[in-house]
Every structure is written in structure tokens, then in C-alpha cells.
């Protein structure tokens, strides 16, 4: 389904029991909802899932091209009213994560509990920001599926990356993507803001997971999350790089029907 917002059509699944706790699934970059099929299967049969695509990523629209996090927040906000779910659980992966740590502090009370996955708090270092610019180079000059190739590389565990089954599936979506989404979407990551010195107040059940060998946002910024979040759980998934859920679903899976089981309550 979709739902136009800010001049642009966002995509979204509504899955799972309607009266059930609603858990909102955000994808990481540059691939889309379909990432969270695994989770999907678990939850599906006690929770109200809903996972959509971020405008520029996947089934949704590029717009114009031009927007920021904020907007990408907006989008969730604008969903959750859409769908009437006054209050969700977010659960964010990499980019997923970024967006669910603004969407929290600028719209405390639309968040009963979060779930934060191969994240960080922190914007954008002077070098990631070259890597962006490089990235969108890249993109620019040699398309989508030379830059899923790369990624990939990047982002999963040296033993993933021998799994045929999770490449596909990776790169695969990635494909899908158009090179001005993601152009767009490298420049909104490269203009978030830092979220760090929101933590302290956050007063929602927090898990946060990270894959062991995860490069891109590595266990130790998770460790500082956890410090600063107050009675976060973390759990370092092992035989997992950047893309746990992917790499790791059984881990994975059973860390996040424990916490949702803990604190997902009406
Ligand atoms: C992601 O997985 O969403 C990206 O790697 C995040 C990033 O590049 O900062």
C-alpha cells in the first residue's frame, strides 16, 4: 500500500494482528522493508507489524531527490497517523536506527520502546562524509549494481559473504534502488544530526543488538550507547557484520521476541 505524504508516496505493509502491540520495522541503507522478511514471519502472528520503505529507498518515491532525515522522520510520524497506531515500538537498523533516535527525541510520545540495531548516535565524522561523497561519485559514474557489490563487501561478515543465500538476497535489493535515491539518501545521511546528547532522556525500553564483526558502526559504539541509555540491554550477535538480522535471523530474532515479549504491552 501507499501512503502520499510530503509530495511523495510513501510504501508500507500493515501485517499481523490489527489489535496486536504495533512494532514499526526501518530498514538500513540502500535497501528496503523487504530486509525484515524473517522478522516478519516471527512476529507476525502476536504483533501488529508494520515495515515501510524510506522515501527514496525501495517501492517509495524519490521526490525531487532533495530531502533531509527530518523528512524521513516526518514520513514515520505521518504513517503512524495514517494507520492511527498512537504509540509503536521502532526498531531501526544502521540507518533505521538513525532515523528511529530523532524520530524518538523530536516525538517522545509516539515511542513506547525501541530497538536499536547496528546503530550509532553519533552524525557524521569529516571522513565519512568524503566516503559519502566518493559513494555518490561512484554511483553517479558506475550505477546501482557495481555499488551493491562494494557495500556488500563493507558490510557483511567475512562468512556471510560466502553465503550465496544472503548475497542474493542482499544485493537484490539493493538493485532495486535508483542511483538518485540513493544519491539523495547519502546526502541526507551525511546531514543528520547527532543525537548523542539525547540518550540520557530517552525513558523507553531500549534493546540495542550489534552483529560481533560489524565494521561500519562496530560493538564498541554500541557499548557507548548502552552507557548512556539508562537500563538498555545490549547483545553482540555472533557470526554477524552490519546486517544482523540478515546474517544472523535465529540470534536475532530471539533477542527481539524476548524484549517485545518483556515490554510491548498496550
Ligand atoms: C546503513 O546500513 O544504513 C548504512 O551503512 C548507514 C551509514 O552508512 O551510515
Redesign the pocket.
Known sequence: MFLSTNGTKIYYDDEGQPSGFPIVLVH??PLSHEMWASQIEVLKSAYRVVAFDLRGQGRSEVGDGQFTLEFLVDDIIALLDHLKINQAVLCG????GYVSLRAVERNTQRVSGLVLCDTKSEADTNETKLGRAASIRALKRSGVEAYADTFLKG?LAPTSLKDRHIVEMAAKMIRQNQALGLCGTLLA?AGRTDTTSFLPKIQVPTLILVGEQDT?TPPEQSRRMQSLIQDSELHIIPQAG?MTNLENPAIFNTHLLKFLQDHARS
Not at 537498523?93 to 533505521?96: C, P, Q
Open positions: 538500513g541503507f537498523l544502521s540507518m533505521g558490510a545521511l561500519i552490519h
